[in-house]
């Protein structure tokens, strides 16, 4: 009974979550496609908009380990930048362009950073373009799909019961 209230609780908070979060960040995510200064092409001059540009250097591009244990841990492709300005700046990379960026760009090596505000989304170096899990598209896309977790998560809790239930009316039977 513990894991069908876990799993049930567990999908109400996905729902609720999804929810709450979608609507600010389908906003961002619609400024975010529609403005011309945050098109992926982080070599060309646009006028001033939502995004900017800002030169940095890689300070570290790497794959990271996390999780506990076992052979095969999950991995993460991450970098960090030191902004020309000199503050620094890190990000988790998505998709197989993030991997591509990490296993081709060395540390030391010239980049340009988007940021939509002040948020990293977008990292070139190299002739390699990646995007961050903060960028608005990527967060918006992540949290529509919270719903649907949820319910699977809450249906898998009924069959859990129903299962149980019919395995209990067997045995007293």
């Known amino acids: 009974m513990f894991f069908i209230a876990l799993f ?6 996905m729902i609720v979550a999804g929810r709450e979060l979608a609507p600010s960040d389908s906003v961002a995510a619609q ?12 070599a060309a001059v646009t006028k001033r908009g939502a995004c900017s540009v800002v030169t940095a250097t890689v300070l570290v591009a790497e794959m990271r380990q996390h999780g506990f244990g076992g052979r095969t841990r999950p991995q ?13 700046h890190d990000g988790q990379l ?3 362009a993030g991997d591509v960026f990490v296993e081709s760009v060395q540390s030391g090596a010239p980049a340009r950073a ?17 995007e961050t899990a903060d960028a608005p598209d ?4 992540t949290d529509s799909e919270m719903p649907w977790v949820g319910v699977v998560l809450i249906l898998v809790a009924l069959l859990i019961f129903a299962a149980r239930l019919r395995t209990v009316r ?4």
């Not at 993460?76 to 620094?88: C, I, K, N, Q, Y």
């Open 8 to 13: 049930v609780a567990c999908g109400v908070a």
């Open 31 to 42: 400024t975010f496609r529609a403005d011309p200064s945050c098109g992926s092409n982080l």
């Open 76 to 88: 993460t492709a991450f970098v960090a930048l030191r902004f020309a300005d000199g503050t620094f």
């Open 94 to 96: 998505v998709g197989s």
């Open 114 to 130: 988007q940021l939509f505000g002040t948020t990293l989304v977008r990292v070139a170096s190299s002739g390699i373009t990646a």
């Open 138 to 141: 990527y967060s918006a896309d």
């Open 170 to 173: 067997r045995a007293g039977g």
